[in-house]
């Protein structure tokens, strides 16, 4: 609104209900806006508060459990980062444990390749016959037709 309409409702009001009058009217005018005003904001309070705080609880109910599984990702991830690190340095890094203590990290060149170690022919065949269920060993197979052939 513009000064001359403000004018111009001033000038009516003063008219209508006279200058004995307006001061009260405007006095009851002026709580009434105010009360309005009051009444507004609790209820936008009250409507952010209902709208928010599930969303706030929310987000702290599940806060902890996302850290805690972010922290049990990182820091391995930043443990094996720095261990590699290390290695191709020539030094060992040790490790934190869960207990408190250190740990030494272990790398492929620690563990012997499965290729690497000689096979045995068939695991089965230092058993007794009776023992192995299933296709027997081929040794115990060709005792088996012997006996069977008899």
Partial sequence: ???????????VALIVFGPEDLPAIARSLGKMVYQAR????????????????????WNESVKEPVNTVRDAVTKP?????SGGAAKTAGAEAPAPSPSGGTEELLSYDDLSHPIDKPKAENPLSSLPAGMVSGPSPPAAAAEDEKTLTN
């Avoid at 513009?2 to 000038?11: R, Y």
């Avoid at 904001?41 to 952010?48: A, G, H």
């Avoid at 991830?77 to 980062?81: A, F, N, Y």
């Fill in 38 to 57: 009051r009444v507004w904001e609790d209820m936008t309070s009250e409507v952010k508060d209902v709208w928010e705080t599930p969303a706030e609880v």
């Fill in 1 to 11: 609104m513009s000064f001359t309409e403000i004018a111009l409702i001033l000038f």
């Fill in 77 to 81: 991830l930043s443990i094996l980062k």
